[in-house]
């Protein structure tokens, strides 16, 4: 029962209003990133609710992608072409490892597709500097919390 309250405060979420774009792609980023991360940390991903909830939520990442990828492709677009094509490199990776933890569903695997849309959003939200120095991924929490995740050594992975 003390593991519903969390996974109920984590659930929690504030839909973005309209007028800029940029924070409601951050948004939708970040909910996909929250609700793959909710499974990872309170799930069990040999339970069979918990694997129907992780590709629900691997799901909604990959409409949120589709659409991103989607912006690149249609119309003109006002990025550079180098840029562009990085994106669209970024979201073929995305495709092929979103189908891959569907398949064979691992924390890591979920852990990189949460990362990346947690960086992407915060780069969105303008939160990411040229000039900013990085930011280490491992921290005494991270390693501590991972194992108990299941998490390989925790080392570089922040859930």
């Known amino acids: ?16 209003t309209t007028g800029n774009a940029s924070n409601n792609e951050a948004w939708a980023l970040i909910e996909a990133a929250r609700q793959i991360a909710a499974i990872i940390r309170f799930g069990d991903l040999t339970a069979p609710k918990d694997k129907k909830r992780l590709r629900a939520a691997l799901r909604l990442n990959l409409r949120v992608w589709t659409i991103i990828q989607a912006e690149q492709t249609a ?21 092929n490892q979103t189908v891959d ?5 691992t924390a890591e695997k979920a852990v990189a597709l949460i990362n990346i849309n947690r960086n992407i959003a915060a780069g969105l ?35």
């Open 75 to 95: 119309g003109e677009s006002l990025l550079p072409e180098e840029i562009r094509l990085n994106i669209l490199t970024l979201c073929k990776f995305i495709d």
């Open 125 to 159: 939200m303008g939160s990411v500097s040229d000039d900013a120095e990085p930011v280490k991924t491992t921290d005494e929490n991270a390693q501590e919390d991972a194992p108990a995740m299941g998490i390989g050594d925790g080392e570089g992975i922040k859930v």
């Open 1 to 16: 029962m003390a593991e519903k309250t969390p996974l109920k405060e984590y659930q929690r979420s504030n839909v973005p």
């Open 101 to 105: 933890c569907m398949i064979n569903p």
